[in-house]
């Protein structure tokens, strides 16, 4: 079955960085789009980022574009979201997501997500 296991969450500075990453199995990895959201307790999911099957494009939510990048190893069956200049407002559960597409992969493609990892950005 698909699993989606996400890890390098913890507590940054404002202004720092973490990379978080996602181990991808029981799926034929490079076939499918990937994304990241988050999620805020009291404020729903927000879709953060995605990119294509292949790695050739990649989309973003205007509030983490031009700081965060989606990257993905298809060798590997890794997802990365690398985040910089983080801002308290970035504080969530980020979750990893699988699509059902190749190439679509808005919050309404996704079909199977991971557990979550923590990101908290606090002085």
């Known amino acids: 079955q698909v699993q989606l296991v996400e890890s390098g969450g913890g507590l940054a500075q404002p202004g720092g960085s973490l990379r978080l990453s996602c181990a991808a199995s029981?799926?034929?990895?490079?076939?499918?789009?990937m994304a990241w959201a988050r999620h805020i307790s009291g404020k729903g999911t927000e879709w953060v980022a995605g990119?294509?099957?292949?790695?050739?494009?990649?989309d973003y939510a205007d509030s983490v574009l031009g700081r965060f990048t989606i990257s993905r190893d298809n060798a590997n069956n890794i997802v990365y979201l690398q985040m910089n200049n983080l801002k308290p407002e970035d504080s969530a559960l980020y979750f990893c997501?699988?699509?059902?597409?190749?190439?679509?992969?808005?919050?309404?493609?996704?079909?199977?997500w991971g557990q979550g990892t923590l990101v908290t950005v606090s002085s």
């Open positions: 997501a699988k699509s059902g597409y190749s190439d679509y992969v808005t919050l309404d493609g996704l079909d199977a």
């Open positions: 029981g799926f034929t990895f490079s076939s499918y789009g």
């Open positions: 990119i294509y099957s292949d790695g050739t494009t990649t």
